[in-house]
Structure formats: C-alpha cells, structure tokens
C-alpha cells in the first residue's frame, strides 16, 4: 500500500524557520518525482515545489522562490521541504504527492501537516 | 503563465441529477486532470488524461475536452459525490503545475 507521511509541522513566527519531512513506503520511491502541495485554511490548492527522481530537476513557485528549498533522500525514502524567511500567507496545509516520470498527475497525497506563521 | 477558470464556484445537485463543471485555460494545454477532495481528506486524483478515470472512480464520471475548454460531467450525480473537485494542468514554460479555484458540489 502506498503510504506519504508528512511531519515536521507547526507554529512558528514569522521571518522563521522549518523544515518538513514526508516519508514514503509501499513503492520505490527512487522511481518518482516529488512534490510539496499546500492548501490555506478553506481555500484552494496551491502547487509549492516539484523534484525528480534523481534530483536533477527542481522547480519552485514564484511564490516560494529563494526561501523554500526541495530536496530528497532516496536512500531513506524521504522527501523534505527547507523553508525559511516565512510569512504569515505560508500558513497552510502541506501535502506531499507523488508523480511519475512523464506523467503530469499527482496520484498519491500524504494526509498533509499544519503548518501556521503567526506571532 | 497559465491561469486555470473552474466554472462554476458552487453548484447543488439532487440525486439523480446530471452535473457537469467546466475548467477553462488560458491558453490551449495538451490534458487535463481533475481531483476530488471531500472535507478533511486529501485529495484523490479522479480523473487524468482528460477522460481516464483513476482507479475505482464510479463510471457515471466523464471527462472530455480540448484545448482551453475542459469538463467533468457526472451523468447522475448520488450522495457520495458532494465533494470539491479541482482542476490541474502542467505547462513546462514556465515549468510549473497550476490549480483551478475549485468547484464545490453540493447535494440538494
């Protein structure tokens, strides 16, 4: 059974830091792409960050460019997302999903982890 | 950039019922996927391709749909399908994955 588990998440200040982790299990995690989707509280989805299986390609949102970093440990089967300078406008749910090579869909999603930027 | 218009915001349906909502891109893409989120759960991926179904999606569930004109249609809408469903495309420049505002279907 494909599983995503997101954690690392909670309250933090603005002008902070955090870094999420999504482990992964029941597939081969080295053979897809990554992703990191965010929702705020009673809105939409809002695509954050993308990484392929190798970690050669790596694309961001405007919206997070320059303070958020994706990265992934294949070994350990665990995506993560760095993000830093945070704003009160990051606060959302954030999802992992996963996405295979080619394939422009996200067909598995994590449960998601709170993350809330308030002083 | 590619800007994703779901139409519409919200729309109540009776059991029994056709619904079909649209999602209109701003300029032409080569698919559409479509995903359903019910409250407090993540979303699941129910459409891709434009028209396949994902695994275990009820066949009364169709997508169709061309260049900047997509739609999901449910050809009799039940219970189980109140639900918020969103539309997603890819384009590669730039390369970024971008969300329609989302549909909220309601049971009437």
């Known amino acids: 059974e494909v599983q995503l588990v997101e954690s690392g998440g909670g309250l933090v200040q603005p002008g902070r830091s955090l870094k999420l982790s999504c482990l992964a299990s029941g597939f081969t995690f080295s053979n897809y792409g990554m992703n990191w989707i965010r929702q705020a509280p009673g809105k939409g989805l809002e695509w954050v960050a993308s990484i392929s299986s190798s970690s050669s390609y790596i694309y961001y949102a405007d919206t997070v460019k320059g303070r958020f970093t994706i990265s992934r440990d294949n070994a350990k089967n665990t995506l993560y997302l760095q993000m830093t300078s945070l704003r009160s406008e990051d606060t959302a749910l954030y999802y992992c999903?996963?996405?295979?090579?080619?394939?422009?869909?996200?067909?598995?999603w994590g449960q998601g982890v709170m993350v809330t930027v308030s002083s | 950039e590619i800007v994703l218009t779901q139409s519409p915001t919200t729309i109540a349906a009776s059991p029994g019922e056709k619904v079909t909502i649209t999602c209109r891109a701003s300029s032409s893409v080569s698919y559409m996927y479509w995903y359903q989120q019910k409250s407090g759960a993540s979303p699941k991926l129910w459409i891709y391709?434009?028209?396949k179904l994902a695994s275990g999606v009820p066949n009364r569930f169709s997508g169709s749909g061309s260049g900047t004109s997509y739609s999901l249609t449910i050809n009799t809408m039940e219970t189980e399908d109140a639900a918020t469903y969103y539309c997603q495309q890819w384009s590669s420049t730039p390369p970024m994955y971008t969300f329609g505002a989302g549909t909220k279907l309601e049971l009437k």
């Open positions: 999903a996963r996405h295979l090579y080619g394939y422009n869909y996200f067909d598995y």
């Open positions: 391709d434009t028209s």
